[in-house]
């Protein structure tokens, strides 16, 4: 995806995941199917600039 800011175009690198959490379950004698989204932590950089001074940030 696109994106602007201020004039500056940059590009969205957003991962997408869709690993999902399984599990057959029993309750009072009837069985079930559950399934939920895994959140893992992932590193990113970022390059910004601040007054002309470029540097590098990073988040988990």
């Not at 895994?38 to 988040?59: D, H, P, V, W």
Request: a positive charge; aromatic letters at 18%.
């Amino acid at each position: 995806m696109l994106l602007s800011y201020r004039g500056s175009h940059y590009e969205s690198n957003i991962p997408k995941l869709t690993i999902t959490y399984e599990k057959n379950a029993k309750y009072r004698g009837i069985s079930y199917h559950t399934s939920k989204p895994i959140f893992l932590k992932t590193f990113s950089q970022f390059e910004l600039k601040y007054r002309g001074a470029n540097y590098i940030r990073g988040c988990y």
